[in-house]
């Protein structure tokens, strides 16, 4: 029990006098979670529109007030022909063109079916597609607002227009921001890399100085050594906790909903993966930069891609999900994402939190196991 | 002999395809200071370390302080101090804090730990240094301040892997007034060198060549056994035409580059130093000096590896 406590005051002293080391501890997280909070946004807003009115009736200029008045697109241009859009479209000057042809008005006016040409830039796939919703549901209105205009003027014939009007209310995130949405992950992902980077090279470091063999010719037992190095880890882990709690509250105003202390419990139930998985690394490797290359490549990558935090689980094929069950962070993404957003308490979330504890507790057993203070 | 401090049987290491120690045997006494020389490369280091829990053998057995190797390695470890050629100590920690942290994991505590704290710092010479950032210690103070962490808590056998490499010749000689130190104290030093001139100071020298122990004795006895003929030390002009000349002659045993002077054995002193003379001056070279040298163990261990070398097993067969 001593032997621990030496180990980790040691760690915190060389930890207290490491300059980069405080500033990668504290200042880091802080910054990445401020710039992460604001980039990471799904939201498709302000979409760069060209319109090419080659009608020029004031039916056709209701449809691209539509347009610009829905707050989804910006009409920055108007092109002459339809041939000068392809400019716009290869030079990134418009992602989205409106073309509307000629007699488009008089259709209307005529009651006849007119149609309505929208150019697409496709290459970014998830907003073009959010952008064409967007379009075909101002497309739908407009529609509309002809019909109930032309049987207004047929009003005192008698014939009444039913409507549906659906009245939709959002649960856990009212105004859809994918900022509440992100933030949490965003922390999930934070605590990840911090802990398993900061432990997959705790150990290969001192291999590399040549301490460790000083240390495992001490009496100090495996199981001593590996407390002794990971609970620093943990500490620093949850002072990261807490800071970037503070800045998802304060500055993006997106508290958590569910139970603070709760949060706090599972986060370290998800710290023991993540320490845990770095110590396995870091007793694998023999440099600290096979270490660093290691963690990024079996560690993080398929952690951030895999786990939910950026594609939806459900959408990945059958074997890809099966994947994700090895995954720590898939459990905490939901755990995480359930306190923020929903609010949700330990009867919606034993079950993911059971199965980090069970992962922490083979990852742990399994570092303490290959680490049997030999160096060869 | 008591109990020996450390006894080792048949042990040996395999990486892989290459034999590192071959079936190694030996007894250290206790209170010896035993050194194990060898080139770089010839297993002294694998075999320090397969002592002292770091690698574990493939096959053999060893006892140190009492204790199996493979069987209570913490036992052992808590009996031995270690220190290797690398100064394995905390560059970012200070002085005290080094001694504190090791100290602390060998269970000293209290006014023991105090105590053993001022004996280190005393022993290492750096009083009034005790807050400063190791890094900024020189490689003596370095090495002494190593030591002392690795016998903090009065260890039977310290184990020493090439302690004086990359060390000044003062702060070599200073390293080896401590260890005769340790050893009046009753500890036990089991040291490795590749410095001949070093392993004069040990009480019995061990000699191991690729893997195999070649020979083993006390410095006196390793230069009675394997140097029966006289050596004459030379000193001439043009020493490398000089030496291939000798080597020519078929009543020169062996001749060697030492420094700027020629080592050459002859079976009998009187006859040799005439025919050297004679052979030399026939060649126009001029004689300044030639000297009867007691022989060092530099001309024992360069005769040995000649023996031990496969060109020379090839020849006598």
Not at chain 1, 15 to 25: E, G, H, Q, S, V
Not at chain 1, 131 to 150: F, K
């Amino acid at each position: 029990m001593r032997a621990i406590l030496q180990i980790i005051r040691k760690e915190f002293i060389q930890a207290a006098r490491d300059r980069k080391m405080i500033f990668i501890i504290l200042v880091a997280p802080v910054f990445q979670l401020i710039i992460l909070g604001y980039a990471a946004n799904l939201d498709v807003r302000n979409i760069q529109t060209v319109v090419c009115d080659l009608d020029r009736t004031p039916e056709s200029r209701a449809l691209v007030s539509e347009f610009s008045n829905s707050g989804y697109f910006v009409v920055n241009d108007y092109a002459e022909k339809i041939s000068d859009l392809d400019h716009y479209l290869d030079y990134g000057k418009a992602s989205f063109a409106l073309v509307i042809p000629k007699n488009f008005g008089s259709k209307i006016i005529q009651g006849r079916t007119a149609q309505l040409q929208i150019l697409v830039d496709g290459s970014e796939s998830s907003f073009a597609t959010s952008g064409l919703q967007y379009a075909s549901i101002i497309a739908l209105r407009y529609s509309q607002n002809v019909l109930l205009q032309t049987f207004s003027r047929m009003q005192g014939t008698g014939i009444k227009v039913p409507r549906l009007n659906p009245e939709i209310r959002i649960w856990y995130n009212p105004e859809l921001r994918s900022r509440n949405f992100m933030i949490p992950g965003v922390l999930a992902l934070l605590l990840m890399i911090m802990t398993t980077m900061l432990t997959s090279l705790a150990v290969v470091k001192e291999k590399e100085v040549g301490t460790m063999e000083q240390l495992i010719v001490t009496p100090i037992r495996s199981y001593a050594l590996i407390i002794g190095k990971l609970a620093p880890f943990s500490i620093i882990g949850m002072i990261d906790v807490v800071l970037v709690l503070l800045v998802a509250s304060f500055w993006f105003k997106v508290p958590p909903k569910g139970s603070v202390p709760l949060l706090f419990l599972l986060c370290m139930l998800f710290l023991m993966t993540t320490l845990g998985l770095g110590l396995l690394v870091s007793t694998l490797s023999k440099t600290q930069q096979q270490a660093m290359m290691s963690s990024q490549f079996f560690i993080m990558m398929p952690m951030i891609y895999l786990s939910g935090f950026v594609f939806p689980i459900e959408n990945m094929p059958k074997i890809i999900q099966l994947v994700t069950f090895f995954l720590p962070l898939r459990y905490f993404i939901v755990i995480i994402r359930g306190l923020f957003m929903k609010g949700v308490g330990w009867h919606e979330l034993w079950a993911q939190a059971l199965m980090l504890l069970l992962f922490g507790i083979a990852i742990l057993s399994i570092s303490i196991v290959r680490f049997r203070k030999k160096i060869g | 002999m008591s109990e020996p401090a450390i006894s080792v049987h048949n042990l040996t290491k395999r990486f892989g395809d290459f034999l590192a120690v071959n079936n190694v045997s030996f007894q250290v006494g206790k209170g010896e200071i035993f050194g194990f020389l060898g080139a770089n490369g010839a297993g002294k280091s694998t075999t320090i370390r397969m002592l002292c829990g770091l690698l574990s053998s493939t096959s053999g057995t060893a006892t140190v302080a009492g204790y199996e190797i493979n069987q209570q390695p913490e036992k052992v470890k808590e009996n031995i101090g270690y220190m290797s050629q690398k100064f394995s100590l905390y560059d970012d920690l200070t002085v005290r804090e080094n001694i504190r942290f090791f100290g602390g994991v060998y269970g000293l505590r209290g006014k023991e730990l105090k105590d053993r704290m001022e004996w280190a710092v005393e022993m290492a010479g750096l009083q009034g240094r005790e807050n400063s950032l190791t890094v900024e210690l020189a490689g003596g103070w370095k090495q002494r301040l190593a030591l002392g962490c690795a016998i903090l808590h009065n260890p039977k056998i310290v184990f020493l892997d090439e302690p004086t490499g990359g060390v000044d010749p003062v702060s070599r000689r200073n390293f080896w007034e401590l260890i005769n130190q340790l050893s009046e104290q009753g500890t036990t030093v089991f040291v490795t060198t590749h410095y001949l001139d070093e392993a004069e100071y040990a009480n019995r020298i061990m000699l191991i060549q690729a893997g195999e122990i070649i020979a083993g004795g006390s410095p006196k006895e390793l230069k009675e056994t394997h140097i029966k003929n006289p050596i004459l030390e030379v000193e001439c002009d043009q020493v490398v035409s000089a030496m291939e000349i000798l080597q020519q002659q078929d009543w020169v045993i062996e001749t060697t580059i030492f420094g700027t002077y020629l080592h050459t054995s002859v079976t009998n002193e009187d006859e040799g130093r005439k025919k050297i003379q004679k052979v030399l001056a026939e060649n126009n070279i001029s004689i300044k000096r030639m000297d009867r040298i007691v022989p060092s163990l530099e001309d024992v261990f360069i005769y040995l590896i000649d023996q031990g070398s496969p060109a020379a097993k090839e020849e006598s067969r």
